[in-house]
Structure formats: structure tokens, C-alpha cells
């Protein structure tokens, strides 16, 4: 019985040494500079890098270098930096659409070493940066980038936060270019943009955090809809907390699996489940 057991301790060791080892030839581990400002543009680059168990983005605003550790066998350095750019963000590989750009808060408007508009004029192919067309990739990319920074602000209870990315998110629905959406989508969003528009206006307007938390359940509601359709790079986990909405229940949408709850933040982080996971 002993030598069984002994064996089985050997062969647990060696399939756990061998998925570690394996873990870490298909890991890198790279750095890229990214142009930003302040504490939000951090929390909108890292968010929009981050893959649960596949990226991890790791920027510094003094430096202006992100660490990006990945595994590669499930994405690329390229990608991620083209999901951040789509966030509104250069980088040394790729620009921000201009309108992306244009629709960050002020304070992180950083100072662009060169425009859409200049590179435009230059040989691409001698130039180092490439232009990124979010409408081309998903017209719905910008949407839900500051969609989530919002939520990851009301993680935090930072109101004032929450409210600038509302505003950025408000501007990001009105540049979606609706003739650009697949049949079965646009009309979903049409069905949606009023709610949209009105929730997210809501959310700018005030920096109650209760309040912008109310406005929140609607939002994502209106939201997942539209977003259950679409094509997305990346999956999305629709969660929900019943103790949200005085105990009647709210959802929102992530784009990590586990649970950080946007409701009561520090206060029950944990609270909630994954419901359904959507461009699995």
C-alpha cells in the first residue's frame, strides 16, 4: 500500500513539473513603450491588455514602458499592443485611431510624438508605426474598452473616475459607425442606443457612486445584449451579484472570470458568479 501511494505522490510530481515547465517555454516576457499620463490611463491600458491566464500588461507612467508577460502558444506582443492602441493609446508599434484618441478624458490626452494624420502622408512601409482602424477589427472595440474601464473605476469607488470614463464612453457610442455592424447587431443596437446614450449620461453626470452603480445595472443590461451577437477578440463573462439592486440582482460584463464586483467594491469584492460567457 505504501509503495502504491508513493507512486502515485511520483507521478503527480512529475506531470505537475511537467505542465510547470511547459508553462514556462510557451511564457515571454516583453517590454514596449505606451504614451499616457496619469493613474487611468493605467487602469485603461492594463485593462485592455489583460487576458486572464494568458496576458498580464504592467505599465509604468514615469517610464512610459509596459511589461507584457504572455503566453505565447495563445497570443502575441502585436496583439495585445493593437487591443491598447484600440483603447486610444500609442505605442512604438502601433497608433490610436485619432477619434479614439480624441474621446479620452483630458487628463489623459498625452502628447502624440506623431499624429494619424502624419503618418498618413509617409511610406508605411518605411515607417515604424502602423495605423489601427478599430472600425475594421470590431466597431464595437471602443465601446467596450471604456465600458470597462468605467466598471473597473466603480470596482474601486472612484466616482470622479467613473464619471470621466462614462464621458469617454459616451463619445465612443456616438462615433460607432453603424453601417459598419453586421445586420443582426445593428439592429440590436438600435433597439439599445437610447438606453445606452441615457445610462451612460447619467453615469457622467454625477459622482454619487450609488447613484452611478444604479445607472450600471441598466447599462450592462443593455449592453450584454449587443454584445452577446457581436464578434469579439476576446471572451467575455457576464456576472452577476444578487445582492446587487437591493437583493433583487444586477449583472455586468468583464472581461476576466474571476469575480470583481463593481457594485459594492471593497466591500464584498468577491460576491457574485460568472453566468455566461459570451465569443467563447
Same mark, same amino acid.
Given at each position: 500500500?505504501?509503495?502504491?501511494?508513493?507512486?502515485?505522490?511520483?507521478?503527480?510530481?512529475?506531470?505537475?513539473? &511537467?505542465? =510547470?515547465?511547459?508553462? !514556462? /517555454?510557451?511564457?515571454?516576457?516583453?517590454?514596449? *513603450? @505606451?504614451?499616457?499620463?496619469?493613474?487611468?490611463?493605467?487602469?485603461?491600458?492594463?485593462?485592455?491588455?489583460?487576458?486572464?491566464?494568458?496576458?498580464?500588461?504592467?505599465?509604468?507612467?514615469?517610464?512610459?514602458?509596459?511589461?507584457?508577460?504572455?503566453?505565447?502558444?495563445?497570443?502575441?506582443?502585436?496583439?495585445?499592443?493593437?487591443?491598447?492602441?484600440?483603447?486610444?493609446?500609442?505605442?512604438?508599434?502601433?497608433?490610436?485611431?485619432?477619434?479614439?484618441?480624441?474621446?479620452?478624458?483630458?487628463?489623459?490626452?498625452?502628447?502624440?510624438?506623431? &499624429?494619424? =494624420?502624419?503618418?498618413? !502622408? /509617409?511610406?508605411?512601409?518605411?515607417?515604424?508605426? *502602423? @495605423?489601427?482602424?478599430?472600425?475594421?477589427?470590431?466597431?464595437?472595440?471602443?465601446?467596450?474598452?471604456?465600458?470597462?474601464?468605467?466598471?473597473?473605476?466603480?470596482?474601486?469607488?472612484?466616482?470622479?473616475?467613473?464619471?470621466?470614463?462614462?464621458?469617454?464612453?459616451?463619445?465612443?457610442?456616438?462615433?460607432?459607425?453603424?453601417?459598419?455592424?453586421?445586420?443582426?447587431?445593428?439592429?440590436?443596437?438600435?433597439?439599445?442606443?437610447?438606453?445606452?446614450?441615457?445610462?451612460?449620461?447619467?453615469?457622467?453626470?454625477?459622482?454619487?457612486?450609488?447613484?452611478?452603480?444604479?445607472?450600471?445595472?441598466?447599462?450592462?443590461?443593455?449592453?450584454?445584449?449587443?454584445?452577446?451577437?457581436?464578434?469579439?477578440?476576446?471572451?467575455?463573462?457576464?456576472?452577476?451579484?444578487?445582492?446587487?439592486?437591493?437583493?433583487?440582482?444586477?449583472?455586468?460584463?468583464?472581461?476576466?472570470?474571476?469575480?470583481?464586483?463593481?457594485?459594492?467594491?471593497?466591500?464584498?469584492?468577491?460576491?457574485?458568479?460568472?453566468?455566461?460567457?459570451?465569443?467563447?
Amino acid at each position: 500500500m505504501k509503495s502504491l501511494k508513493h507512486l502515485m505522490v511520483a507521478i503527480i510530481v512529475l506531470l505537475s513539473y &511537467t505542465l =510547470s515547465n511547459a508553462q !514556462t /517555454k510557451n511564457q515571454k516576457t516583453e517590454t514596449v *513603450k @505606451i504614451y499616457g499620463n496619469c493613474d487611468m490611463c493605467k487602469s485603461t491600458i492594463e485593462t485592455a491588455g489583460n487576458m486572464k491566464n494568458i496576458a498580464i500588461v504592467d505599465w509604468d507612467k514615469t517610464t512610459k514602458m509596459a511589461t507584457i508577460s504572455y503566453d505565447s502558444l495563445k497570443t502575441s506582443k502585436e496583439q495585445i499592443v493593437k487591443r491598447i492602441a484600440l483603447a486610444g493609446y500609442d505605442s512604438d508599434i502601433f497608433l490610436a485611431p485619432q477619434d479614439t484618441y480624441a474621446s479620452l478624458p483630458s487628463c489623459c490626452q498625452y502628447d502624440r510624438a506623431v &499624429t494619424t =494624420s502624419e503618418v498618413a !502622408t /509617409k511610406d508605411h512601409t518605411m515607417h515604424s508605426k *502602423k @495605423i489601427i482602424d478599430e472600425q475594421v477589427i470590431s466597431p464595437l472595440s471602443v465601446v467596450f474598452n471604456n465600458y470597462c474601464a468605467l466598471k473597473n473605476a466603480l470596482v474601486k469607488t472612484d466616482s470622479i473616475a467613473a464619471s470621466k470614463y462614462a464621458t469617454a464612453l459616451s463619445t465612443a457610442i456616438d462615433q460607432v459607425e453603424m453601417n459598419k455592424l453586421s445586420m443582426d447587431v445593428h439592429m440590436a443596437w438600435m433597439k439599445n442606443l437610447d438606453n445606452l446614450k441615457m445610462d451612460t449620461q447619467n453615469i457622467a453626470d454625477t459622482t454619487d457612486p450609488n447613484q452611478q452603480r444604479q445607472y450600471l445595472s441598466s447599462l450592462s443590461k443593455n449592453l450584454y445584449e449587443v454584445i452577446k451577437i457581436s464578434k469579439q477578440e476576446t471572451p467575455t463573462y457576464y456576472q452577476f451579484c444578487p445582492m446587487a439592486n437591493k437583493g433583487e440582482g444586477a449583472n455586468w460584463l468583464s472581461k476576466e472570470q474571476t469575480i470583481e464586483n463593481p457594485y459594492y467594491g471593497s466591500q464584498m469584492l468577491s460576491c457574485g458568479k460568472t453566468v455566461e460567457i459570451l465569443n467563447k
